[in-house]
């Protein structure tokens, strides 16, 4: 099972614009946090795709992968977000 062409043109640019997203909420330099956060979405929608098709998953299965990511992320940059304006951790 490998990745196809067209997956990427999905998995490339929502890694960019989430990893520029995430840069823009952290402090320090931009562009080292943007680098960072697009190879690591990068690499999970990569194993994602992969985890979907060896599981042989159809549509039901896609969306609770992605309903279950979404949320998780939501809830850490919501929690992230939260501590950083209370606390200022």
């Given at each position: 099972?490998?990745?196809?062409?067209?997956d990427?043109?999905?998995?490339?640019?929502l890694?960019?614009?989430l990893?520029a997203?995430?840069?823009s909420?952290?402090?320090?330099n931009?562009?080292?946090g943007?680098t960072?956060?697009s190879?690591?979405f990068?690499?999970?929608?990569?194993?994602?795709t992969l985890?979907?098709?060896w599981a042989g998953?159809g549509k039901?299965?896609?969306?609770?992968l992605?309903?279950?990511?979404a949320l998780?992320?939501l809830?850490?940059v919501?929690?992230y977000?939260?501590?950083?304006?209370?606390?200022?951790?």
């Amino acid at each position: 099972m490998n990745l196809k062409k067209t997956d990427f043109l999905w998995i490339v640019p929502l890694a960019l614009v989430l990893g520029a997203g995430l840069s823009s909420l952290q402090p320090g330099n931009w562009l080292i946090g943007f680098t960072s956060f697009s190879f690591l979405f990068l690499l999970s929608f990569s194993l994602f795709t992969l985890a979907f098709r060896w599981a042989g998953g159809g549509k039901t299965l896609a969306w609770i992968l992605a309903i279950t990511f979404a949320l998780r992320l939501l809830v850490g940059v919501s929690l992230y977000v939260f501590m950083e304006a209370f606390f200022h951790v």
